[in-house]
């Protein structure tokens, strides 16, 4: 065996451009070097990114993808789907209309008006909802809790995400009006708000809590707790670590 690009997780810019594009479905036409329509179980894959649709037009060229209808992407595990898809595909630069997105490294998902696309790394979500809550069974069954912002910029280089005009709810109740909200997209260390917890009991009643979490140093870090009780009101609580060569403890 040889090794092979095509069989990284992460493949490197540069490559991408070298790697050579997969059209198929069940009906094909098209001009020669110039475009190719694709009819019925349409399907481009290219290194680690596949677009599925009912119709898929392929513009050489330009190396620009349009695709319709039950269209859905995947490209290194993060995955959209929705009805109109218009991208440049090495340069991963165009939108896709009103889609469901999941993201691979922190497995959170959502809904939005559009996503544009502004290269491989970054990405503006609008009109977007965002959670962590995996499903459970029931027919139901809705998220703990749910962010709903007008903008979600996505920076998979630094492994953010940037909200704007954010509302946090809680069992479909909104909580809290978040203007600006940073969150990671992995379980990286990096300072951030942590996704929140919801609790009720009968001496501090309905509780919501919003960790944050300060990264201070490679071997140091805080994590912050305000809380609002609906008996008790509002609560701060808090925990530092520290881990030295021969000692390591928790405040």
């Known amino acids: 065996l040889k090794p092979s690009p095509r069989l990284?997780?992460?493949?490197?810019?540069?490559?991408?451009?070298?790697?050579?594009?997969?059209?198929?479905?069940?009906?094909?036409?098209?001009?020669?070097?110039?475009?190719?329509?694709?009819?019925?179980?349409?399907?481009?894959?290219?290194?680690?990114?596949?677009?599925?649709?009912?119709?898929?037009?392929?513009?050489?060229?330009?190396?620009?993808?349009?695709?319709?209808?039950?269209?859905?992407?995947?490209?290194?595990?993060?995955?959209?789907?929705?009805?109109?898809?218009?991208?440049?595909?090495?340069?991963?630069?165009?939108?896709?209309?009103?889609?469901?997105?999941?993201?691979?490294?922190?497995?959170?998902?959502?809904?939005?008006?559009?996503?544009?696309?502004?290269?491989?790394?970054?990405?503006?979500?609008?009109?977007?909802?965002?959670?962590?809550?995996?499903?459970?069974p029931g027919p139901g069954w809705m998220p703990d809790w749910i962010l709903r912002a007008a903008s979600i910029r996505i920076d998979n280089e630094e492994e953010t995400g940037h909200a704007s005009g954010a509302l946090l709810s809680f069992f479909r109740v909104p909580i809290l009006p978040v203007p600006e909200l940073s969150f990671p997209l992995s379980d990286k260390r990096k300072s951030g708000l942590l996704p929140p917890t919801f609790g009720l009991d009968n001496l501090n009643g309905v509780e919501l809590t919003l960790p944050y979490y300060w990264n201070i140093a490679p071997n140091r870090d805080a994590t912050f707790f305000p809380?609002?009780?609906?008996?008790?009101?509002?609560?701060?609580?808090?925990?530092?670590?520290?881990r030295e060569p021969t000692t390591q403890g928790t405040r």
């Not at 179980?41 to 349009?66: C, F, H, N, V």
């Open 8 to 136: 990284r997780e992460d493949i490197p810019q540069s490559v991408r451009p070298n790697l050579p594009t997969y059209l198929s479905g069940e009906r094909a036409s098209g001009r020669t070097d110039l475009d190719t329509v694709i009819e019925g179980d349409a399907e481009l894959r290219r290194g680690d990114m596949t677009i599925r649709s009912d119709r898929l037009e392929y513009y050489q060229p330009d190396d620009l993808a349009k695709a319709r209808g039950n269209v859905r992407i995947n490209r290194a595990g993060n995955t959209f789907e929705g009805p109109l898809l218009e991208l440049k595909v090495d340069a991963f630069e165009g939108f896709f209309l009103a889609p469901r997105y999941r993201f691979f490294k922190n497995n959170a998902y959502g809904e939005a008006e559009r996503v544009d696309f502004l290269d491989d790394k970054r990405a503006i979500i609008r009109n977007a909802t965002y959670t962590t809550c995996q499903r459970r």
């Open 227 to 242: 809380a609002l009780k609906a008996n008790r009101g509002l609560d701060l609580g808090g925990e530092c670590r520290h």
